[in-house]
């Protein structure tokens, strides 16, 4: 009896036994398939879309790292252009064409005409040979600074022009090159002078960051900065050109009528010291005119000669106070 019922057991058991296993191994894989696999495709989904952000990141990071580099480089070459400028570059920031020789030579003519005639109004030697010294290192380097200040004047108003020009070239979808010598060719100078150089020296190999550093050595303005950075980084790290080439344009019409602002704040402050810098001189010509005799000590005796010299020295320390608390930089 033990024996028929272990014999009926064993094969029971045997088969529960696979039966168990089978399901152990089947029945959680086939009962939950679907539900495995959305989760392991949310795992991967998940891993993609972090794969990609990290991406994206280090896109940004390495975008970043280039444009401060590019920054650094920009500003170092500037500060080596800005303490090597000559005077051949002045000459040239000043829309001049003559070499520096014609401008040593110009030089030399006014002392020796501001000596001469001091010599003959009856100052003393020594008197004469310090005005014409003033005058002839002075007199040339103030009317190129003049020159150079008018210029500048003259291209800021035609700048932003010449950038919304690009803009609407580069939507257009113009080359940037192109876009630069439509500016040459349309632009009055000397925007379109400035122009022209840059895209004279593309055509003989030159750089488009070089020429625009270039053009900035010629044009040493806040405005043509921007532009040169902004031109740089577009080259290097890529971006939206025309929107920024946009904003820049807008930012500069925003200085312009910020500069309007400030010289009609300043223009009474600037009226005033004009009028209190003008009254010494031209009283002291009224009353040669009318009696020589009466003035004449100043110029033909020792001790009139020093009041004259200190006279128009604090004359000249009080302009250029006054300069300095009318101009302002921005």
Request: charged share 20%; proline share 4%; hydrophobic share 45%.
């Amino acid at each position: 009896m033990s024996s028929t019922i272990i014999l009926i057991l064993l094969p029971m058991l045997a088969l529960l036994t696979v039966a168990g296993l089978g399901y152990a191994f089947t029945g959680p894989t086939t009962g939950t398939s679907s539900a495995a696999k959305k989760r392991i495709q949310s795992v991967k989904q998940g891993a993609a879309v972090s794969g990609h952000q990290n991406k994206a990141q280090q896109k940004e990071r390495d975008r970043r790292k280039t444009v401060q580099k590019t920054l650094k480089e920009l500003e170092e070459r500037q500060k080596q252009e800005k303490a090597k400028i000559s005077l051949e570059t002045r000459i040239e920031q000043a829309g001049l064409k003559f070499s520096p020789i014609v401008f040593w030579l110009i030089s030399l003519g006014c002392a020796l005409f501001t000596w001469f005639m001091l010599a003959n109004s009856g100052l003393h030697i020594s008197v004469a040979a310090a005005g014409g010294a003033a005058a002839g290192l002075g007199l040339p380097r103030w009317f190129l600074g003049y020159l150079t200040r008018r210029r500048q004047k003259i291209f800021l108003l035609e700048f932003a022009n010449a950038l919304d020009v690009i803009v609407r070239g580069v939507k257009a979808g113009l080359p940037l090159s192109e876009c630069l010598n439509i500016v040459a060719r349309e632009s009055p100078d000397p925007v379109g002078a400035e122009f022209r150089r840059v895209v004279e020296g593309s055509r003989v190999g030159v750089t488009l960051e070089d020429g625009l550093l270039r053009m900035y050595q010629r044009m040493p303005v806040p405005e043509v900065n921007f532009f040169v950075i902004v031109l740089s980084i577009q080259q290097k790290s890529g971006g939206n050109l025309s929107e920024a080439l946009g904003n820049l344009s807008k930012v500069l019409r925003d200085r312009k009528l910020m500069r309007g602002k400030i010289q009609a704040m300043s223009s009474e402050a600037k009226a005033s010291a004009g009028i209190i810098g003008s009254l010494p001189p031209g009283v002291m010509a009224l009353i040669y005119i009318s009696t020589p005799s009466y003035i004449q000590v100043l110029f033909t005796s020792q001790v009139g000669n020093i009041i004259v010299i200190a006279g128009a020295c604090w004359m000249a320390l009080g302009i250029l106070v006054m300069k300095k608390m009318i101009n302002f930089n921005f």
